[in-house]
């Protein structure tokens, strides 16, 4: 079992960066593949951005690909999202979501979630 914890969150501008970070606990937080989740008002949760457990896998949806980068140090338990470039449609509560199985987008093997971090950008 693994419990996180998302920081990093905050209100900006349009442009501005911001980079959101999720501590894990447990000692096998290396056996996870990790997710960072956002859903804005009235939208669906969408997966933003999967890493697997090394890190040599990565997953970005179309909405953020080439802005945000998602990384990972095991042996501080943590992974991050850095998001350049931000957008006012980036607005959302991020969630830090871990699965055991090592398919990317498979939503439904998130089973553990963090509490969330709201994320504002200002136009």
């Known amino acids: 079992q693994v419990q996180l914890v998302e920081s990093g969150g905050g209100l900006v501008q349009a442009g501005d960066s911001l980079r959101l970070s999720c501590a894990a606990s447990?000692?096998?937080?290396?056996?996870?593949?990790m997710g960072w989740f956002r859903q804005a008002p009235g939208k669906e949760r969408e997966l933003v951005a999967a890493?697997?457990?090394?890190?040599?896998?990565?997953y970005y949806s179309n909405s953020v690909k080439g802005r945000f980068t998602i990384s990972r140090d095991n042996p501080k338990n943590t992974v991050y999202l850095q998001m350049n470039s931000l957008k006012p449609e980036d607005t959302a509560v991020y969630y830090c979501?871990?699965?055991?199985?090592?398919?990317?987008?498979?939503?439904?093997?998130?089973?553990?979630w963090g509490q969330g971090t709201q994320v504002t950008v200002s136009s």
């Open positions: 447990g000692r096998t937080f290396s056996s996870y593949t």
């Open positions: 979501a871990a699965s055991s199985t090592l398919i990317l987008t498979r939503v439904e093997d998130y089973n553990y």
């Open positions: 890493i697997s457990w090394s890190g040599g896998r990565t």
